[in-house]
């Protein structure tokens, strides 16, 4: 991966610290703008173009025509500053520094919700969390134009780094939790329901914070060492105010936690690397950690009523599109308990004709970019050449989005094809539509469209599963 990176100031802290977290080539254009080095900065043939406009420069430049470059732009909003000149009224004198950097900022929202090509970082919510003393030094600003200090530049840089995996579908989908000593306080088996705290130092604040994960399409599971009877007898103690149906998937008993997470995994349809585990006990991070390094496993401070903090400090959950199909996840994995206790009775067969699949082919346009170019980003076992596509990569291309209803529910949008001419250049398909037949449905659409359909499998380290599948179905490759 290449980024370019402009700024107007110094920028070789976040530079170097940039390349280091993402592994890129970076290269930097201080005090450059990009439309003044186009032929350079075409040359070099970044991925993305990072566009830094530092508060201390006071320049407050116009985003919007760069938009109009072949480029995918990252560009952080203005972390907040006030020169103290004019006190609380500088919130709204539309002539002082502190307005003019939150009229900037919120031109800059407007532009990346209209431009698939401009995605945001939250440089001043760095700043907030940081400090501003920890951020900036007036120092550095004066003899080196540094706008930021090594540690701000370090926080900088990872939230960015966040930015850009979370745009290659590199995103954390689900949280797994533990029960006794982190979603209450006390130890069930020994004290019971009713001697278990709700309302222990930070437990209803880590509670609600779960509850808004899962609102936005986080998943949410449970591995607790307990009793499994026992541990969902927990649930209901007064004040809780969760219930194991809030948990996609529950993993209760006495064995290893790692081996409880890779259950979850499969329970959920995603890698392991999707997963965040949360547990307030030392030893258990440890295991997951050494058995799973590609899990996130926060190293949790000892007092709870720090959690929220640490956690959301962390931004364990980036990504780079919000849309209804996430919200609809966590019902469609319910709909499949219900899917999982039909298939137990039937034949494979049988249970695929009872399904009453339905799939709705819908043009690729501005009402599906989204998730058409999240699933690209998000499918890896079924990713037929391997391809990733952001929105802005997608408009004006043809191609087909499919949604899949069955007699149980709506699993929403599951599959994008992006075609070029009778070549499907992209196809993904979600891993909860996988083994149902889908496939074999979006082909006889597409034969349909295009008789003289052609395809490729390209082989990644995941998508194995999608070796034959154009022999199997009769479409010709090279």
């Given at each position: ?8 100031s110094?920028p ?6 940039l390349a280091r977290?993402?592994?890129a080539e ?11 080095v ?23 430049p116009?985003v ?7 480029f995918?732009?990252?560009v952080?909003?203005?972390a ?8 609380s ?13 939150l ?10 919700r209209?431009h ?5 970082v939250?440089?001043?919510?760095v ?10 030094d007036?120092?550095?600003w004066?003899?080196?134009a ?12 990872k939230?960015a780094?966040d930015?850009?995996?979370?745009a ?9 939790t533990?029960?006794?000593g ?14 278990i ?10 509670r609600?914070?779960l509850?808004?994960?899962a ?5 949410l599971a449970v ?8 541990a969902r007898a ?11 149906g809030d ?31 949360v ?8 295991q997951?950690?050494e058995?799973?390094p ?7 401070p000892?007092?709870p ?23 609809l ?11 999982a ?24 346009g ?6 058409a ?9 079924f990713?037929m050449r ?36 009778d070549f ?12 149902r ?13 295009r ?13 194995g599963?999608c ?9 010709p490759?090279?």
């Amino acid at each position: 991966m290449k980024v370019a990176l402009f700024a107007d100031s110094a920028p070789q802290f976040v530079e170097r610290a940039l390349a280091r977290l993402t592994g890129a080539e970076v290269r930097a254009w201080p005090f450059a703008w990009p439309e003044a080095v186009r032929a350079e900065l075409e040359a070099f043939a970044p991925d993305w173009v990072l566009v830094w406009a530092c508060a201390e420069a006071a320049r407050f430049p116009d985003v919007a025509p760069l938009l109009r470059l072949p480029f995918r732009f990252l560009v952080p909003n203005m972390a907040a500053r006030d020169d103290g000149t004019m006190g609380s009224l500088a919130l709204r004198e539309p002539t002082s520094l502190r307005a003019k950097i939150l009229a900037w900022n919120a031109r800059l929202v407007e532009l990346a919700r209209a431009h698939a090509n401009l995605t945001l970082v939250d440089l001043d919510g760095v700043q907030a969390r940081l400090g501003r003393g920890r951020t900036f030094d007036p120092r550095l600003w004066e003899a080196a134009a540094m706008a930021l200090t090594p540690e701000g530049a370090e926080a900088f840089a990872k939230r960015a780094a966040d930015a850009l995996r979370a745009a290659q579908g590199r995103v954390r989908k689900a949280l797994v939790t533990d029960l006794d000593g982190t979603l209450w306080d006390g130890i069930v088996s020994e004290v019971g329901p009713e001697g278990i705290d709700p309302d222990g130092p930070g437990r209803r604040a880590y509670r609600d914070w779960l509850r808004a994960l899962a609102a936005r399409g986080v998943l949410l599971a449970v591995a607790s060492h307990n009793d499994p009877d026992v541990a969902r007898a927990a649930f209901g103690r007064p004040g809780l105010g969760m219930a194991p149906g809030d948990f996609l998937a529950f993993e209760a008993d006495w064995g290893p936690k790692p081996d409880m997470l890779r259950r979850i995994a499969r329970r959920l349809h995603v890698g392991t690397d999707a997963l965040v585990f949360v547990d307030d006990r030392p030893e258990q991070r440890a295991q997951v950690r050494e058995a799973l390094p590609e899990v996130a496993v926060p190293e949790m401070p000892e007092d709870p009523a720090r959690w929220v903090e640490f956690l959301a400090a962390q931004n364990l959950f980036e990504c780079a599109q919000l849309t209804g199909d996430d919200r609809l996840r966590a019902q469609s994995l319910r709909d499949d308990a219900a899917r999982a206790e039909a298939a137990a009775a039937l034949s494979p067969e049988a249970y695929l004709a009872s399904l009453g699949q339905v799939l709705t082919p819908e043009p690729l346009g501005p009402g599906n970019l989204a998730r058409a170019a999240q699933l690209t980003q998000r499918c890896n076992q079924f990713n037929m050449r391997g391809t990733r596509h952001t929105e802005a990569d997608l408009a004006g291309r043809e191609g087909w989005v499919y949604r899949l209803r069955d007699r149980f529910g709506d699993l929403g949008a599951v599959s994008a094809v992006v075609l070029e001419g009778d070549f499907v250049e992209t196809w993904v398909i979600s891993c909860r539509a996988l083994n149902r037949g889908v496939e074999r449905l979006i082909l006889g659409h597409l034969r349909a469209q295009r008789p003289g359909l052609r395809g490729e499998y390209v082989p990644t380290a995941r998508n194995g599963r999608c070796a034959g599948v154009y022999k199997e179905n009769g479409v010709p490759t090279p």
